[in-house]
């Protein structure tokens, strides 16, 4: 990556931004030394979101301090995105079950295409799933979520998205959020997600869109956003949120994955084209790390309405945030601590 250039403020944010989206500023993969032979320690004053394990470059640290994300290009291969595209098509045909999954369906497209993939929009907890929880435990991904997490690395949530494409209703928007609302687990500067496209992600199809710099912001009242005929269940929003936050589009190729903080504003649009969006996800945390109990939190009313999901999903009693959340967990690298 180039060197920031001597501007300061805004513009110099806008040049760094603009570098590290552009394809020519990827750097090379090459093996680095694990945590069993570099300790991952964090270096008081100068970067409070990173480890020092000698993976990142003092330039992407920078860019990750400044922004709250990093985005590596072509890190997982056509291979691995292929296997995992296969196995959704498998979920969706129902040739496979996934325990625990939820399976999210446009229910009013299924008379007109049965069970495939242009029904089926999301498989969330696919932790269960051999194939697709693969993606967990990828080395290449693994190398760069400890730098974020430390060296004992628990796979904490798990997405495969397929956005479809979408009408004036804007069906499959997600509104601008913080991931860290869904989680009673911290510290937050201990927690990553690793966001892969697995097709190319621009303006058109509903690409990510990031709010850089607000990682360091503290986590904001969600909920629902009043948009009538537009809501999905759990998309969450914030709700003062300013429409006129500089955003930026990441504009991804297959198998471009980006690293983003649970802080970080973001969200994504809806897909314009005739065709699909597919993306795999997991959100890493420090297996050090704890719960805390979100009663009289701004996340209270998410454990209230996730309770009422599990119960009736799977008709047990209430269950607290956190106890969901250590079902869900599951150790990748290193030892089970605390999560």
């Known amino acids: 990556m180039e060197q920031l250039g001597k501007r300061s403020g805004p513009a110099a944010r806008l040049d760094a931004i603009l570098r590290h989206l552009s394809p020519r500023a990827a750097p090379a993969l090459t093996f680095i030394p694990t945590s069993a032979q570099v300790s991952a320690v964090h270096q008081p004053g100068k970067f409070r979101f990173t480890l020092d394990n000698g993976i990142l470059t003092t330039e992407q640290r920078q860019f990750y301090e400044d922004n709250g994300y990093l985005l590596i290009r072509k890190l997982v291969s056509d291979e691995d995105i292929e296997r995992f595209r296969k196995e959704f098509i498998r979920i969706c045909k129902k040739e496979v079950r996934v325990p625990g999954a939820m399976i999210m369906k446009n229910e009013a497209l299924r008379s007109q295409y049965g069970q495939t993939e242009s029904v089926v929009n999301k498989v969330q907890d696919f932790q269960e799933n051999e194939e697709l929880f693969r993606y967990c435990t990828l080395p290449q ?52 997600c690793s966001w892969t496209a697995m097709q190319r992600a621009d303006e058109n199809n509903g690409c990510l869109v990031v709010v ?88 209270a009313d998410l454990e209230k309405e996730l309770q009422e999901m599990v119960h009736r999903r799977y008709d047990m009693p209430a269950l607290a945030l956190k106890d969901i959340w250590t079902f869900r967990a599951r150790v990748v690298q290193g030892e089970r601590i605390n999560l």
């Open 212 to 299: 850089p710099g607000t990682h360091t912001l503290p986590l904001k009242p969600h909920g629902y956003p009043e948009w009538e005929g537009k809501t999905n269940k759990l998309f969450h929003g914030i709700l003062d949120y300013d429409e006129k936050s500089p955003k930026v589009h990441l504009v991804m190729e297959k198998g471009d994955t980006v690293f983003f903080h649970p802080l970080l504003i973001h969200g994504s649009g809806i897909n314009k084209t005739s065709g699909f969006r597919k993306s795999i996800s997991c959100h890493f945390a420090s297996s050090d790390g704890h719960y805390i109990d979100v009663k009289n939190t701004t996340q």
């Open 141 to 192: 991904i693994l190398k760069y979520v400890e730098c974020f997490t430390g060296p004992n690395i628990m796979a904490m949530h798990t997405m495969l998205i397929n956005k479809l494409p979408d009408s004036d209703k804007q069906t499959f928007l997600h509104p601008m959020h913080q991931d860290l609302h869904y989680f009673p687990f911290r510290p937050a500067d201990r927690i990553v």
